[in-house]
T-cell receptor
Framework: DSGVTQTPKHLITATGQRVTLRCSPR?????VYWYQQSLDQGLQFLIH???????AKGNILERFSAQQFPDLHSELNLSSLELGDSALYFC?????????????????FGPGTRLTVL | GENVEQHPSTLSVQEGDSAVIKCTYS??????FPWYKQELGKGPQLIID?????GEKKDQRIAVTLNKTAKHFSLHITETQPEDSAVYFC????????????FGTGTRLQVFP
C-alpha cells in the first residue's frame, strides 16, 4: 500500500458525459501528478500540481482539467468523454518541494481508476 | 522530444535464472531513473531508482546500472521467483519545473517454476 488513495476504483459512463476522479496523496506530500495508462499509449504524464498550483502540463487534452485543493487532495475532471478516453488513470504523490535544481523525490502511485466509456 | 525506449517487451525465464531489461533515454538532461513493477489490477510500485551521480545500485536481488554517456540504464533481477512475474517500467526524469516521469513501454516478465 503506497498511501495514495484514488476513488472511484471503476467508472463506467457514456460518451459525452463528464466525470471526476479523486486522489488523496500520502500524508504530507505536496505534489500530485496525474498519469493516463492506455494499451496503445502506455503511461503518459498529464499534469502536475504542487501545493495547490499547477506546475506542468503534459499530454492533457483541453477537455480535461485538474485542481489541487487546500487539503492537498486533487481532482481530475474529464468532460465530453470519447471512447478513446477509456483508460486507467493514476495519480502519484511526492513530498519534496521543487527547486529547479534539487533532488528528485520518489513518486508513489495510487491504485488507479479504471474509466470505461461506452 | 523526450523519449524512453525499453526492451524487450516480453521476457520469459525459468525460476532461478536472471532477467535483464534495458532502457535508453533521449534527453541528456535526465538525471533520475526509477523502475516500477506493476502487477495486474494495481498501480506501479517503485522497486529501485538511481540518480545520475552513481553508476550502479543494488537492493538484494535487484540491481540497476546507468551509463550516462550511452544514455542507457538496465534492470537486473537475479534468482528470479514466480512472484517476480509482472510488468516492469523504466522511467526517466529531468527537472526544470517539474519532476514528471517519462515512461518506457513496459516489459512483461514471466517466471516459470
Amino acid at each position: 500500500d503506497s498511501g495514495v488513495t484514488q476513488t472511484p476504483k471503476h467508472l463506467i459512463t457514456a460518451t459525452g458525459q463528464r466525470v471526476t476522479l479523486r486522489c488523496s496523496p500520502r500524508s504530507g506530500d505536496l505534489s500530485v501528478y496525474w498519469y493516463q495508462q492506455s494499451l496503445d499509449q502506455g503511461l503518459q504524464f498529464l499534469i502536475h500540481y504542487y501545493n495547490g498550483e499547477e506546475r506542468a502540463k503534459g499530454n492533457i487534452l483541453e477537455r480535461f482539467s485538474a485542481q489541487q485543493f487546500p487539503d492537498l487532495h486533487s481532482e481530475l475532471n474529464l468532460s465530453s468523454l470519447e471512447l478513446g478516453d477509456s483508460a486507467l488513470y493514476f495519480c502519484a504523490s511526492s513530498p519534496l518541494p521543487l527547486s529547479g535544481g534539487g533532488v528528485h523525490d520518489t513518486q508513489y502511485f495510487g491504485p488507479g481508476t479504471r474509466l470505461t466509456v461506452l | 522530444g523526450e523519449n524512453v525506449e525499453q526492451h524487450p517487451s516480453t521476457l520469459s525465464v525459468q525460476e532461478g535464472d536472471s532477467a535483464v531489461i534495458k532502457c535508453t533515454y533521449s534527453d541528456s538532461a535526465s538525471n533520475y531513473f526509477p523502475w516500477y513493477k506493476q502487477e495486474l489490477g494495481k498501480g506501479p510500485q517503485l522497486i529501485i531508482d538511481i540518480r545520475s551521480n552513481v553508476g550502479e545500485k543494488k537492493d538484494q536481488r535487484i540491481a540497476v546500472t546507468l551509463n550516462k554517456t550511452a544514455k542507457h540504464f538496465s534492470l537486473h533481477i537475479t534468482e528470479t521467483q514466480p512472484e517476480d512475474s509482472a510488468v516492469y517500467f523504466c522511467a526517466a526524469s529531468s527537472h526544470y519545473n517539474t519532476d514528471k516521469l517519462i515512461f518506457g513501454t513496459g516489459t512483461r516478465l514471466q517466471v516459470f517454476p
